[in-house]
C-alpha cells in the first residue's frame, strides 16, 4: 500500500469525530471541531485557492463505475462538494444541497458530491439519502480531484463553486449553511446575467 493509501485508512478509523483535516505529505489528522479552528482551514485554503487553475478538471466514477469529468457540465453552474459517509458535517449538508439541485433547474445549477470514501459505504448510504444530485466516489483519485482545485490539503467537508464555463469561483470549507447558499446562488445568477464579471463574482464570494 502506498503512502496515501495508508493516510487514507488512517483517517477512515477516525472519521466519526467529525470534520478532519488531512495533509498530504504529514502524517497527521487533525479533527476541525471548533469554530476557530474551522475559520483557521478556511483562511489556508482561500490563501491556496490563488494557486488553482482557471478551470480544474478531474474524473471519477460514481458508485455504478461510470466515470464522469467536471467538463461533463460545462455551460451549467457547479457546486463541487467534497463529503464523507463517516462526516457528520458533510451529512448534515445534504438535505440543503439537495433543495439548492430541486430550486433552481432555472439556472441550470448541478451540485456534484464527490464521495472520500469506499464505493460500498456510499452505495449503501444513498440508497436512503434518496439524492437528486450526481454523487462521485473515491478515495486516493478523490483526493487527486481535490488537487485539481489547487488545494494541498482537505478539510472535510468542503466545496468549489465553479462558474458555467469551468472557473473556480470560490472555496467553501466548513459544512455549507443556508446563507452561504444564498449569497451563491445569488452571485451565480447575476453572473449567468451578465449583471457581473468572473473577477467580481470572486470578489463577492471571497469572504465564504
Not at 101 to 122: C, K, M, Y
Not at 138 to 151: L, P, R, T, W
Amino acid at each position: 500500500m502506498n503512502y496515501r493509501g495508508i493516510l487514507i485508512s488512517a483517517v477512515l478509523v477516525i472519521a466519526a469525530m467529525g470534520g478532519l483535516l488531512l495533509r498530504q505529505y504529514e502524517a497527521q489528522q487533525l479533527v476541525v471541531d471548533t469554530q476557530a479552528e474551522t475559520k483557521e482551514v478556511a483562511q489556508q485554503m482561500q490563501a491556496n485557492h490563488s494557486k488553482a487553475p482557471l478551470k480544474p478538471a478531474f474524473r471519477l466514477a460514481d458508485t455504478e463505475g461510470q466515470y464522469h469529468e467536471l467538463a461533463d457540465w460545462d455551460g451549467q453552474p457547479r457546486l463541487v462538494n467534497f463529503w464523507a459517509t463517516w462526516c457528520a458535517p458533510c451529512r448534515r449538508e445534504i438535505p440543503l444541497l439537495k433543495s439548492l439541485q430541486a430550486a433552481h433547474t432555472d439556472l441550470g445549477l448541478q451540485i456534484i458530491g464527490v464521495a472520500v470514501d469506499e464505493v460500498e459505504p456510499v452505495a449503501s448510504y444513498a440508497k436512503n439519502a434518496d439524492f437528486n444530485y450526481q454523487i462521485l466516489v473515491g478515495q486516493e483519485d478523490a483526493m487527486d480531484a481535490a488537487e485539481a482545485f489547487g488545494i494541498e490539503f482537505i478539510a472535510l467537508p468542503f466545496t468549489f463553486v465553479v462558474a458555467s464555463d469551468g472557473q473556480l469561483l470560490a472555496t467553501h470549507v466548513g459544512e455549507l449553511l443556508p446563507e452561504d447558499a444564498e449569497e451563491i446562488v445569488a452571485v451565480l445568477s447575476h453572473l449567468a446575467n451578465n449583471e457581473i464579471d468572473v473577477t467580481t463574482a470572486r470578489d463577492t464570494l471571497s469572504a465564504l
